[in-house]
Nanobody, 125 residues
Framework: QVQLVESGGGSVQAGGSLTLSCAAS????????MGWYRQGPGKERELVAA???????HYADSVKGRFTMSRDNLRNPLFLQMNSLKPEDTAMYYC???????????????????WGQGTQVTVSS
């Protein structure tokens, strides 16, 4: 089992920045991909960024060039630096982990088995 705990959400004006953190514990060596999902009001859940155990990163088109995912060591802790925030970035952000093959996790054909409780990001115009 893996436990994920997010922190760092909050409220910011458009154009501002926030950094989210995710701390993983438990059987973290089973994790192949870690990522950040978000779900805004009335929207479907979206995978916005992911990083593999080898360090390769993937970003949704909606956040490319604005969000950067990084980590301190192999898998823990995980950071999401969010710059140039827009009101449409308002959402609950969830840290998640996938133990499947990288490609299958990124295209979401493999299940993301572990989830944090979420942290709210609110961007005002």
């Amino acid at each position: 089992q893996v436990q994920l705990v997010e922190s760092g959400g909050g409220s910011v004006q458009a154009g501002g920045s926030l950094t989210l953190s995710c701390a993983a514990s438990g059987n973290i060596f089973s994790i192949n991909i870690m990522g950040w999902y978000r779900q805004g009001p009335g929207k479907e859940r979206e995978l916005v960024a992911a990083i593999s155990a080898h360090g390769s990163t993937h970003y949704a088109d909606s956040v490319k060039g604005r969000f950067t995912m990084s980590r301190d060591n192999l898998r823990n802790p995980l950071f999401l630096q969010m710059n140039s925030l827009k009101p449409e970035d308002t959402a609950m952000y969830y840290c998640a982990a996938c133990t499947g093959v990288e490609h299958m996790c990124v295209i979401q054909e493999a299940p993301w088995e572990y989830w944090g409780q979420g942290t709210q990001v609110t961007v005002s115009s």
